[in-house]
């Protein structure tokens, strides 16, 4: 089995080397990784410059780009054969709710879900993620299962570790996606100089979503798993829309 690893902190964050060991676990690994931390960078693609890869000692490969770029080019002429599988992580920081539309780190997962390659993007919710080192048994446990089972085509899996130490863990839990606002994270002042400008980040969020959400699920200390897939057509809404019979 081979298995891609890549990550959207950057190839020297911690949790992708714990990523990376898991999967040493379970096959043989290829690291190809940002060269910088592109966290929400969500799905983008880079057109308008060149891309530079640079292997290092150990095999890996750091690029100049977004998480997407990593599996595009490590699928298209990086790796000598196709990866059997994509591993997206360990994210510092969580990606539930509508943060998976933010994401680099599912970005990656989705880019490889279709490029055909079973893929998973797994995130720890705590503050610090050298505590991901705390997660690597339970990672390659997780996977191993993950692997064995039929993977579904065209999904993701979006995996996200409570923050809490993993003896603690109170199981597993297959979720929906929750939902997430943000307050006060928009800050608009004036630079040294008297020049206004704005800044995105920081503030409180607030999320919300039922039992089986994946917030309620690390919420009530349990490792959340929510299957994604790329659709995004409103089929609730189809027959809906069509009754407007919108016409030109
Ligand atoms: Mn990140």
């Known amino acids: 089995m081979r298995i891609l690893v890549t990550n959207d902190d950057g190839y020297l964050a911690t949790g992708m080397q714990v990523l990376a060991e898991a999967a040493a676990e379970l096959g043989e690994v290829q690291v190809v990784a940002p060269d910088r931390e592109q966290s929400a960078t969500s799905h983008s693609l880079t057109l308008h410059h060149p891309l530079r890869a640079r292997q290092m000692e150990t095999g890996m490969f750091v690029v100049d780009g977004t998480p997407t770029d990593c599996v595009v080019l490590a699928i298209g002429e990086l790796l000598s054969e196709r990866p059997d599988f994509v591993l997206s992580g360990v994210n510092h920081g ?7 539309l933010y994401s680099g780190t599912v970005a990656a997962a989705m880019e490889a879900t279709i490029l055909g390659i079973p893929a998973v993007a797994v995130s720890y919710t705590g503050a610090d993620d050298r505590d991901t080192r705390l997660w690597k048994d339970a990672l390659v446990a997780l996977l191993r299962q993950v692997l064995r089972e039929g993977f579904p085509r065209d999904t993701l899996l979006n995996v996200n570790l409570p923050a809490i130490p993993p003896e ?13 606002a943000y307050m006060g994270s928009l800050t608009r002042a004036r630079d040294p100089s008297g020049r206004e400008y704005f800044w995105i980040g920081g503030g409180e969020s607030r999320w919300w979503g039922g039992e089986d959400s994946d917030f309620e699920a690390v919420r009530a200390g349990y490792v959340s ?24």
């Open 225 to 248: 798993v929510t299957p994604l897939h790329l659709d995004l057509t409103n089929y609730r809404l189809l027959d809906s829309i069509r009754s407007w019979d919108l016409a030109l």
């Open 94 to 100: 969580q990606n539930l709710g509508d943060d998976v």
């Open 168 to 180: 603690q863990l109170a199981g597993v839990r297959v979720t929906r996606l929750g939902r997430r």
